[in-house]
């Protein structure tokens, strides 16, 4: 499985990369091979990952056309090098791997933080060859057993850092039919803050209190059931993320929201409460309504 | 669109009942209506609702054998009346109907809290032919163009009362494929605070929040899409019952976890963060796990 490259046998693709390297295969990462291979003129996609079976099951599935677990075989020939790991393991690996990027390669990952990925290229020096990319595909399943060439088709994938690869790292993601979005890796954390790590958190907070209050999965009714399912979520995937996360001041809010809510009930003030439902459906139905007053200070 | 009844024509089903009159063809209403129409051996069934465009649709569907604006025709042939309407609706007909169901005919709802419906039966002295029927089944589409034959098939259904037509309707329920499940008001309404008007409101929380911080139901992934569907239910269903809801303890407890969540993220508690996660994905999957400590007295 040695990912020897024939730059003269591929013809460049929109992106221009002739030969990418992706490193792990796990949702993301295998739904961005098995997507590339499907293209009309798939580029030569490399693949390295821990996990020798995630590469057989891969080459099988045709979605690499080689593979290694050493990752030095498979970073020599690339033009880009794709990091699909989790957050964590993403900077300990960009510290390793420096140094066995070729000249000119570009580098761009996939986690759901771009703030410290960012922040890491540049104390390696490295921020010229980065762009930083988060796909927001994903669903309950993890691993390249999950994966599937059009997990990415339709998603949005935010874009950020703009290194000198960023025009063929932003053709990449739609030539996959993502729809790239630029911003900056602030406003990027701070969006995930608000509409990825707050939800997830949400989740899981109501599924506590279920649990404590001796409530069974199997009680709840279908809308209920749709609150606890990120509840299920993998706390590998997550606890990188969290522990730099900025999700504590959003959780804060959903607190302050919820005893807002507790009083209306309790005081069955039913005005308050036919406001918040109207409002948030109206927000919800993306209605263009005036917003709503601010709320009170939190106590 | 006269009810008229010819109980000799209709061979008696498991539940005994020949005449079924159902009050309000909105979603659970036109579905029970359909899956009856549906059974090998159907009762006869008649409907009244003050829309005269769901009766006519509910004929041309099949779904009714009679319908009429006036409640009066169709409650006369009635052996089981059974009151679809919203929670507030329910309770002002019954008021407006006692002393209209014909000697012996068993009274049976569909409303989410069962402790005002058997409290008002009771208030009329009309206990005995009373028992509570709750469908945890519906969806974000709401009326009888939604309502399908097939949406009570699987769902548990809570009864409460024991009225004298108990078996019956419990027979009824079963016919349609429906898990009748006993319980008391009081254990239901509990259950339903927890399990139903808890996860209601903690969308709406979450809603509120997200809408309050600038941010569009399109900034979602897929997970917290999830978390905000039920922000967009009807508040005409749900004012009724949040204003007898006892879910304000619930909600409290919901800001205490999201407070907690908050502090550990802030405090980068990772160890917290994950046994929430662990424990959580556990309870979701239905795992046999010793319960977690006591929260912490909310403060």
Known sequence: ?????????????????????????????GSLARALAALNRPPRVVATSQAASNLEQAERAGAIDAGSTDPEAVLAGADLVVYATPLDVTLRLLADHRGRWPAGAVVTDVASLKGPVEEAMRALGESARYTG??????????????????????????????????????????????HPRWTTASEHDRLMSWCSHLPQLASNALARVLQESGHAPSDLGTGGTDMVRLAGSSPEMWLPLLARSEAGAALRDLARAARELADALDGRDLEA???????????????AEPPPPPPAPAT
């Open 1 to 29: 499985m040695s990912p020897a490259t024939d730059p003269s046998t591929t013809p460049a693709p929109g992106h221009g990369f002739r030969t990418v390297a992706i490193v792990g295969l796990g949702l993301i990462g």
């Open 133 to 178: 990319s988060h796909p927001m595909a994903g669903g309950e399943g993890s691993g390249f057993g999950h994966s599937a060439a059009d997990l990415l088709a339709g998603s949005t994938v935010w874009l950020t850092g703009r290194g000198a690869g960023a025009a063929g790292v932003e053709a990449l993601w739609r030539a996959v039919g993502a």
């Open 273 to 287: 409460i036919e406001d918040w439902m109207r409002s948030t459906r109206s927000w919800r139905a993306g209605a």
